[in-house]
């Protein structure tokens, strides 16, 4: 599950 | 979000300002890279498209807008108000060298092969080189006002910021770190590391800002 990357950075 | 987050996007909200006010009150873009700038714009671009299809927070969405309103307006400064101002003999750098790399490693390295997270890896590639041509523009230059160089002291700062951010999110979230993001983030703030120099040795010493012969 890659579900860590929300990308909600910048 | 953390201190070194929040500081880091103030940072990066700081350096447009800079810009802007450097271009207004010379009435001249003189020094900037237009390279750097579109590519930005690029960057920006690519990376938010997401703010059609994912709400992360007010503030999030916020500074997207605002990044990619901003970048855009000063593209329209330079090409079109201040256009006399900006010498394009002297930003000469090739972006091609740096749009088709970047395009290759997205395609090598993503969290998801979809178009919206194809597009994120590459502007988290082309963020961490963007700044190569304005690099170069002041290389070939040997100076720039001093003006420029808190701007891209502001942007540096972003980028360095980002670091103990990671760091920190590491250990208080349970191991999760974004190889992708960390990578390209490394390595852009290293092509800082020069302008760091000067900058600290000389601008903030009072004096202008003048490389070695």
């Known amino acids: 599950d890659d579900s860590g990357h929300g990308h909600d950075e910048l | ?12 909200l700081a350096s447009i300002l800079i810009l802007l006010h450097k271009i207004q009150t010379t009435r001249s873009c003189r020094g900037i890279s237009f390279k750097t700038q579109a590519l930005y714009v690029t960057v ?28 855009c307006y000063i593209l329209y400064l330079m090409k079109m ?8 003999s002297i930003d000469t750098f090739r972006v091609e060298y740096l749009l088709g790399p ?5 395609l090598l390295f993503h969290y998801r092969f979809t178009v919206l997270e ?27 006002e001093t003006i420029t160089t808190h701007y891209l002291a502001a942007l540096g700062a972003y980028r360095a910021l980002y670091i103990p951010n990671w760091i920190y999110r590491y250990f208080t979230e349970s191991g999760q770190i974004d190889p992708i993001a960390v990578t390209a983030g490394l390595v852009q703030t290293a092509l800082y590391l020069d302008f760091f120099y000067v900058y600290f040795t000389k601008v903030l010493q009072g004096q202008k800002f003048e490389l070695p012969a």
Request: proline share 4%.
């Open chain 2, 1 to 12: 979000m953390n201190i070194f987050r929040l500081l880091g996007d103030l940072s990066h």
């Open chain 2, 44 to 71: 920006f671009v690519t990376r938010y498209l997401d703010i059609f299809t994912d709400w992360v927070s007010l503030y999030n969405f916020t500074m997207k807008i605002f990044f990619i309103a901003s970048t």
């Open chain 2, 81 to 88: 108000k201040y256009r006399p101002t900006h010498d394009p």
């Open chain 2, 102 to 106: 970047c395009a290759l490693l997205a």
């Open chain 2, 118 to 144: 194809v597009l994120w890896s590459f502007s988290i590639f082309l963020e961490s080189v963007a700044i190569l041509p304005q690099l170069f523009m002041l290389q070939r230059t040997g100076e720039a």
